[in-house]
T-cell receptor
């Protein structure tokens, strides 16, 4: 089955700096890659996603890049704010189903 | 904005007891899922459900687990005889359709503690 690896496990940045979280996946048939943000004690919330026919997608301060050849994808947050502090999970899924395979999460701390 | 709701938010049970976790998916969604997250670990897929039957299930979803849609709104996960290692946060999710890029919406979870 699919195996998703995520790095780093923790990340601290100064407010205003950028944060980058990286994930790799194993199954070349995976073609949907969402990112979820989970604040303490709350549900995972979808913040951005990308499909395999796209190399990059941006939504305001958040962007995701995908390299299908290398089987890795990354989340970029620019101009970080304290409210960006949370655990971020990457995930991958195959086209035939919505079963998401999650990474192990990155705890992002934005220091004011 | 519609949300997936789960009850209870916390459940404490004795080992060997049966528990039922309840979920109300978003009303126009057709696909339902259960995931779990053991403390400090990744979110893991358990089962997906469509048209009143299981679509996919993981190795975790053994004979102790079952799912049901007893009426038009609820979706339940039953653990027949709980084990200590079943202690985790259980998330229900739903989606409008299935296929590449159909977004999953998660509930706020049920924290299950097996003593």
């Amino acid at each position: 089955g699919e195996n998703v690896e995520q790095h780093p496990s923790t990340l601290s940045v100064q407010e205003g700096d950028s944060a980058v979280i990286k994930c790799t996946y194993s199954d070349s048939a995976s073609n949907y890659f969402p990112w979820y943000k989970q604040e303490l004690g709350k549900r995972p919330q979808l913040i951005i996603d990308i499909r395999s026919n796209v190399g990059e997608k941006k939504d305001q301060r958040i962007a995701v890049t995908l390299n299908k050849t290398a089987k890795h994808f990354s989340l970029h947050i620019t101009e970080t704010q304290p409210e960006d502090s949370a655990v971020y999970f990457c995930a991958a899924s195959l086209s035939r189903a919505n079963n998401l395979f999650f990474g192990t999460g990155t705890r992002l701390t934005v220091i004011p | 904005e519609p949300e997936v709701t789960q009850t209870p938010s916390h459940q404490v049970t004795q080992m060997g007891q049966e528990v039922i976790l309840r979920c109300v998916p978003i009303s126009n969604h057709l696909y339902f899922y259960w995931y779990r997250q053991i403390l400090g670990q990744k979110v893991e897929f358990l089962v997906s459900f469509y048209n009143n039957e299981i679509s996919e299930k993981s190795e975790i979803f053994d004979d102790q687990f079952s799912v049901e849609r007893p009426d038009g709104s609820n979706f339940t996960l039953k653990i027949r005889s709980t084990k200590l290692e079943d202690s985790a946060m259980y998330f229900c999710a739903s989606s409008e359709a299935v296929g590449s890029g159909e977004k999953l919406f998660f509930g706020s979870g049920t924290q299950l503690s097996v003593l």
